[in-house]
Structure formats: structure tokens, C-alpha cells
């Protein structure tokens, strides 16, 4: 392919933004391979499932579904000959702001950006959002998620972690006043639990085979030495240190199954010892990177878990518990477009006010997976020494902590020779999602 410059560094050169421009580089796999298998899939899933959406959509639909499946197909063929990215068509509320968007970025980077040549998050953010344009575009499928099968599915191959981190979390939820030392430690083994959880990814560069070990509290045990940066005592710190009753919590939510049924129970964890009064989910308003929840993946997880009893009976009583948090406003579901942009979270503050000052309210705020972890550093090919506060470039909200499972070529704040070290062990360590964070700032 002749996409790439040969005058460039054939490996991602020191603070440069990840691009496929680098040859040797996961953005260059990830766009030369990984994105046009995306696309074929989502149009082998239209081709397969007709039928059914005809059924669901009405007969017009099936003229729609041929144009839809058309404009995946110029998509594909776009990304694979290195067009220019073009401005969005549709009528959706963030489409200024990609526009936007693309007019600063053909500003810096002196031509109109290029799969082969913008920055990975760009590209990655862009294949999404033109998928769906395409639906917006349509007149009967609007809305259609076409990761939506996929993700119920997911949901249901990990029922066994499910059942047992389930019976675990009601169980705990029965016993009050705990000595601070056993509050922190039922805590920390969440936060952990709620990390691991974003190794379930349907993007995942290896595949999304589930772990070995089903039992999400064994699993963490395992996985012990594999938490290459743990700050999670200044988790605990900050929530134990702070004034009783007006406790937020701010969860920018990845994917959806097994990995939002976690984080449910991190906060369920975080209510029942009195260390959240408030917790906002922040969720996908478009299908995002394959997995990542939506309003509709949230509320159909509690659906399944109150349909659950033959499984266990901790299910239903789980999902009445969350619909009444839902109802009382103790927990909300909010969607803000911010989060389907291509931004990095340095650019929050001038591009979306409101939402920075939003976050400005929380006691903490947790960002989980590798997405919100490349957002948060900007993209960029930091030195592995280089300090996570330095790598916000500015974005300090409020309190932050990141919980990543490592599955895309950037890390900051390691010790040095810590990456060499681990380099030595495993070589895919920064893609495999084996190794993970728990990276906090409180600047
Ligand atoms: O944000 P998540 O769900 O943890 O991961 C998203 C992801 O699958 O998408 C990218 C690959 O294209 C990688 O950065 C990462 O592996
Ligand atoms: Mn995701």
C-alpha cells in the first residue's frame, strides 16, 4: 500500500500522536486491518439478518437496507484507497461539531485528513460515526444499533461471572458498619473487579475470548502482579476523606454486558458504605467502537437481570435495587454527545463547557477502558515515564482515575526501565489487554 510516507519513522517517534502513517504501529494494523473488518461485518450482519429487520422495520426498509449496505461499501473502499475524510450529511445534534472538527484538523494538519495519515483516534472515531450516518441518513432505521445482537450475546456468554459477582455484591450489601479497614478492602477489591471487567470488549485486538477463571474475585487474584501502576489507595483516600452527603461519582462508562454489569456493582458497592451519595453513568449516545453501552444496552441489562431469577435469585433483587437508585435520582443514565466526538478530553473545557463543569462537581471521576485512556493522554506516544498528570495536558475536572486493561500502544507514568521489563515478558503486553492501570490524578 502506498499510503505511507517513507520519509516518516517507520515506528511511532516520541510524543507524536498514534497514526497509521507509522508502519510498525498498532494504529497502522488497526486501520490497514482491523477497521475494513469491522465495516465487512457489519454489512455481513445486514445481509444475514434482513429478514428479521424488514420484520421489525416494515417493508420500506428493504429498499434502505440496499442503499444503507451501499454506502458501507464506498466506506470500505474510502478507508482502503486513503480518500480524504469528507464533513457529515445527517441532521444529528453533534454533526456541527464534527464539522467542526474537521475543518480545524484540515487547519493543522495543512490538507484534508486521511485514514493513512490523521491521528488513530480520528480515524477510529470517524469509521463509527460514518456508520452511523448512514443510519441517520436512512428514513426507517435511524436509530439502528448494528452492534446490538452482538453485545446481547456477549452479555449472555458471560452469565457464570455474572451469577457469581452478583451473589457476591447482594450478599455483601446485607452487612452494615464495617470497620473502615474492611470498608477499604471490599472497595478496592470492586475497584479491581470493575477494571478487570474491560478485558470484555468485542474490539479487543486479540479477540474477545472470555478469562479462564470465571469467578471475578478469583480473577482479580490472578491478575495481581498485572497492574502495572495500582493507585487505587487514593481512591480510597479520597472517598473515605470526603463530606458525607454530597459524595458524586462520575462513571464514563465503556462497554456494555459483563463490563457495565461491574461497574453497576462497583457502585452499588460504593451506595451501600456511604461513600457515593450520588453516581451518574455517562454513556454512548451512538453505537460506539462495537461494544460500548448505550441507554438502550443499560436499561436492557436490567431487564435481563430482573428476568433472571432461574439463574439467581440475587438478579432480580439487584435490578429492583438499581431501578429504585434510577428512580430516586440517587443514580442517573445521561448520554452526552461529547463522548462519541473525536476530542481529546484536553480539548473538553473549550469544546463542551458545560460537561467540563459538570464534571468540576464530582468527589471522583472514573474514566474505564482503553478508549476513555487515550482520550484522557491525548493520543500521544508519551515517553513511559512521562507523569499522568503532565499527560492530561490540562484536563483536571475534578478528581480522576482511569481503570484500563492495556490494549492500545500508549502508556505513561511507569517507573523507569518498568516498560523494558515487561517488554521482556510479554511482548504484546500493550495490546493483549493482560496488564492494565489503576491511574489516579488529583491535581
Ligand atoms: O475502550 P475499550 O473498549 O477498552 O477498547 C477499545 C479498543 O478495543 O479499541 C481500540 C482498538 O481499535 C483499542 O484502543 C482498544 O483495544
Ligand atoms: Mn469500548
Request: with cysteine; net charge negative.
Amino acid at each position: 500500500m502506498p499510503f505511507h510516507d517513507d520519509s516518516i519513522d517507520t515506528v511511532t517517534p516520541e510524543n507524536a500522536l498514534l497514526s497509521a502513517k507509522f508502519r510498525r504501529s498498532f494504529a497502522y494494523r488497526t486501520v490497514q486491518d482491523r477497521l475494513p473488518v469491522t465495516i465487512t461485518r457489519v454489512i455481513d450482519h445486514l445481509v444475514r439478518d434482513k429478514d428479521h429487520i424488514v420484520k421489525t422495520f416494515g417493508e420500506y426498509t428493504r429498499e434502505e437496507l440496499k442503499e444503507v449496505i451501499g454506502s458501507f461499501s464506498k466506506l470500505k473502499n474510502e478507508l482502503q484507497t486513503n480518500k480524504p475524510f469528507t464533513m457529515l450529511t445527517s441532521d444529528g445534534p453533534d454533526v456541527t461539531s464534527w464539522n467542526t472538527y474537521y475543518e480545524e484538523e484540515t487547519e493543522r494538519e495543512g490538507e484534508e485528513p486521511r485514514w493513512f495519515s490523521t491521528s488513530l483516534l480520528y480515524a477510529e472515531c470517524y469509521v463509527y460515526r460514518r456508520i452511523h450516518e448512514a443510519f441517520e441518513l436512512s428514513t426507517s432505521m435511524k436509530t439502528f444499533d448494528p452492534f446490538c445482537a452482538q453485545k446481547k450475546e456477549s452479555f449472555l456468554r458471560s452469565l457464570a461471572s455474572v451469577v457469581l459477582l452478583g451473589d457476591y455484591v447482594q450478599q455483601q450489601s446485607q452487612m452494615r458498619n464495617l470497620p473502615q479497614l474492611e470498608m477499604k478492602k471490599e472497595l478496592l477489591q470492586l475497584v479491581k473487579v470493575s477494571l478487570w471487567g474491560n478485558q470484555h470488549d468485542l474490539s479487543r485486538p486479540t479477540g474477545c475470548e472470555l478469562p479462564e477463571e470465571p469467578n471475578p474475585l478469583e480473577h482479580i487474584d490472578h491478575l495481581h502482579e498485572h497492574i502495572l501502576i495500582d493507585d487505587s489507595e487514593c481512591i480510597w483516600s479520597t472517598l473515605s476523606a470526603a463530606e458525607k452527603g454530597n459524595i458524586i461519582i462520575d462513571i464514563v462508562s465503556d462497554n456494555a454486558g459483563y463490563e457495565i454489569f461491574a461497574d453497576l456493582c462497583l457502585a452499588d458497592v460504593l451506595c451501600t458504605l456511604s461513600l457515593a451519595d450520588k453516581v451518574r453513568f455517562h454513556v454512548k449516545a451512538l453505537p460506539w467502537f462495537i461494544s460500548d453501552t448505550t441507554k438502550y444496552d443499560f436499561c436492557w441489562l436490567l431487564q435481563m437481570l430482573a428476568e433472571l431469577s432461574e439463574k439467581s435469585s440475587s438478579l432480580p433483587a439487584l435490578a429492583t435495587k438499581w431501578e429504585q437508585y434510577l428512580q430516586s435520582g440517587r443514580w442517573t443514565v445521561e448520554a452526552e454527545d461529547f463522548w462519541t466526538l473525536p476530542h481529546p478530553y484536553s480539548r473538553m473545557k473549550a469544546t463542551d463547557h458545560n460537561l467540563y463543569i459538570k464534571l468540576s462537581e464530582a468527589t471522583l471521576v472514573i474514566f474505564k477502558g482503553d478508549l476513555n485512556y487515550r482520550k484522557l493522554v491525548g493520543e500521544t506516544n508519551w515517553l513511559p515515564t512521562e507523569s499522568f498528570a503532565n499527560a492530561l495536558r490540562g484536563f483536571h475536572p475534578a478528581p480522576l482515575v482511569a481503570l484500563r486493561t492495556i490494549k492500545a500502544d500508549l502508556i505513561c507514568g511507569l517507573q523507569p526501565g518498568q516498560a523494558e521489563m515487561i517488554s521482556s515478558k510479554s511482548h504484546d503486553w500493550m495490546t493483549s489487554g493482560n496488564y492494565a492501570v489503576i491511574q489516579f490524578d488529583g491535581e
